[in-house]
């Protein structure tokens, strides 16, 4: 028997999406005019691997202009967002602006739950299929990075790279490297 699970809680106080990961057979899901505002919110989703229909309109993470493509990214069985059915343009213009790129999500994947970024002393990043890291190399988010492994990976840059006063080994071979900065 095939049945439509879906979850409505709209128009409430609603500020993060904890708790949803066990709804493993949720297929609709209805969260307009709520408090989330954080679009990051969105990564909780991705374990709901029937979600099919998703409603967040009214939050203020959809005033983000990246908002809805990030949300496609994230959660690629969507069909629908916010009342609009998602386009393959929209997948393809999802993927060009969110693959390869190294974001706190990825970071916290691989990484495992718990692990602060300020107590990392060595990081392996090879073969991630990175295109770019977005600014997320710098003293305030790892101030005791002594290695790092960006190897084979499709960087072609490392502008945006910024003070690591403890690093002493960048390892960037195998990359697409056409300038350091």
């Not at 409430?12 to 899901?29: A, C, K, R």
């Not at 203020?60 to 009342?83: E, M, P, T, W």
Request: charged share 30%; aromatic share 8%.
């Amino acid at each position: 028997e095939f049945r439509r699970v879906l979850f409505r809680s709209e128009d409430n106080e609603i500020q993060l999406l904890d708790g949803l990961d066990g709804l493993q057979t949720l297929m609709e899901l209805y969260l307009g005019n709520n408090l989330i505002s954080d679009v990051k919110e969105i990564v909780k989703l991705k374990q709901l691997s029937r979600l099919i229909i998703l409603d967040i309109s009214g939050n203020n993470l959809a005033r983000d202009q990246s908002y809805r493509i990030y949300c496609i990214f994230h959660l690629r069985k969507l069909k629908v967002l916010d009342g609009v059915s998602i386009e393959q343009a929209e997948h393809m213009d999802a993927k060009e602006t969110f693959a390869g790129r190294l974001t706190e999500e990825i970071l916290e994947s691989r990484l495992g739950p718990g692990r602060k970024l300020s107590e990392i002393k060595e990081l392996d990043l090879s073969s991630c299929r990175l295109r770019d890291f977005d600014n997320m190399f710098d003293e305030s988010l790892y101030p005791n990075l002594r290695d790092l492994n960006l190897s084979h990976n499709s960087l072609v840059t490392l502008r945006g790279f910024g003070y690591l006063p403890k690093l002493r080994i960048l390892k960037i071979k195998a990359n697409r490297l056409e300038t350091l900065f």
